[in-house]
């Protein structure tokens, strides 16, 4: 690799700085970029650029490599949480990580590293890129619980042509024992979780910020009525937390908790059953929307493949039915539980990510 520059998106967190320094051992001239995508409440308890960006310079010069600061605020804005805002309002629940690897770390990230000359750019996500007959599979990870194909399975040949990925094949305690042998800061640096770039902080406080709250009827499925909702936008299917009814008497089975079933926006009524197995929290099929294939062509229809339809879901046999260019079907081999719409659903052949679409 010697000779060729790989630039590497480094959060401040373990991963990536171990990808970037397993790179720099492997001859690669890399280069350390980090992105600052979000800054509507950079004062806030909840925003951690500040101590992430001091945490990558300081791995940076342990491992002696160069590192810039680049700021896709705008993009972001533009590409990402527009539609995660509009995807709530519409009574969905979206996965913002899935549209911020496609949007930003592989495309506004992808054309700022080819535009210094990169020949490619590295993160430090748990997945596998092979080059199989002229095309760029996207594999699972060998660590499967942390694997992150779900994550990126919007990805198109030409971000997979110029996408590394060093911890692939590796197990994430064997990052950290790299990470505290080198000596790496972050070491022992926890890992985030929350929305993409903007953290961890009270999900509803932050949706109040940006959505109206339009109050309405909790019923049953036989329109009883049983409490009050503060906005659709708020609430997702199979929700148990946070619905501020409890047990009713006279509604029967008073020890089994609600959770949410169906959002109605037309009449803003939410619909709650009792008891996690109840018939109308699972679903046989469900239709999908936007499909992105990595291939660039869809998956045969009617093969039998793997899907999943929310992160560190164990993978469920199914059949994609009715696939087109905007739409397709999956039909599961047994219900599955909690299909929520805004989510996606992701499609694999054994060990090969095919793609993915968001369920309607």
């Known amino acids: 690799m010697k000779g060729r520059t790989v630039v590497v998106g480094m959060s401040g967190g373990v991963d990536s700085s171990v990808a970037a320094l397993l790179l720099k051992q492997q001859g690669w001239n890399v280069i350390g970029l980090f992105m600052k995508n ?26 002696g490599i160069e590192i810039d600061q680049v700021n896709f605020a705008a993009e972001y804005r533009e590409r990402v949480f527009s539609s995660f805002l509009a995807e709530y309002q519409a009574g969905r629940t979206p996965n913002p990580d899935v549209l911020c690897n ?15 000359g990169a020949d490619c750019i590295a993160t430090g996500h748990y997945a596998r890129v092979r080059e199989r007959e002229g095309r760029h599979e996207l594999l699972r990870a060998e ?3 942390k694997d992150q194909t ?21 197990y994430k305690r064997e990052v950290r024992e790299i990470a505290r042998r080198e000596g790496l800061p972050v070491a022992g640096k926890r890992d985030s979780t929350g929305i993409c770039f903007i953290g961890e902080r009270p999900f509803r406080e932050f949706l ?9 009827e909790m019923r049953t499925l036989d329109e009883k009525p049983v409490g009050e909702h503060i906005g659709l936008t708020y609430y997702t299917i199979g929700q148990r937390q946070g619905l ?3 047990g009713r008497a006279g509604m029967g089975n008073d020890g089994d908790a609600w959770y949410v079933a169906r959002k109605d926006l037309a009449s803003n009524v939410l619909y709650v059953v009792r008891g996690h197995d109840h018939p109308a929290l699972y679903s046989e099929r469900l239709r999908a929307v936007d499909p992105s294939w990595i291939a660039g062509e869809p998956p045969h229809p009617h093969w039998v493949y793997s899907a999943r ?48 679409a968001v369920i309607a």
Do not use: M
């Open 38 to 63: 979000w800054e509507d409440d950079d004062t806030d308890d909840y925003c951690s650029s500040r101590e992430d960006l001091v945490d990558a310079v300081a791995v940076a010069e342990r491992i």
């Open 244 to 246: 501020g009814i409890g």
């Open 309 to 356: 339809i929310r992160y560190r879901q164990a993978d469920v046999a199914c059949s994609l039915d009715r696939v087109g260019s905007q739409a397709l079907e999956v039909a599961f081999s047994e219900p599955q539980w909690a299909v929520t719409p805004g989510q996606s659903v992701v499609v694999y052949e054994s060990q090969v990510c095919l793609g993915g």
């Open 208 to 216: 109040n910020r940006y959505l109206p709250r339009t109050p309405g």
């Open 102 to 116: 496609a949007e930003i770390k592989f495309r506004a990230f992808l054309d700022h590293a080819l535009s210094l």
């Open 143 to 145: 660590d499967g619980t």
């Open 150 to 170: 779900y994550f990126l399975h919007r990805l198109d040949q030409s971000q997979l042509a110029r996408a590394l990925f060093p911890l692939g094949g590796l």
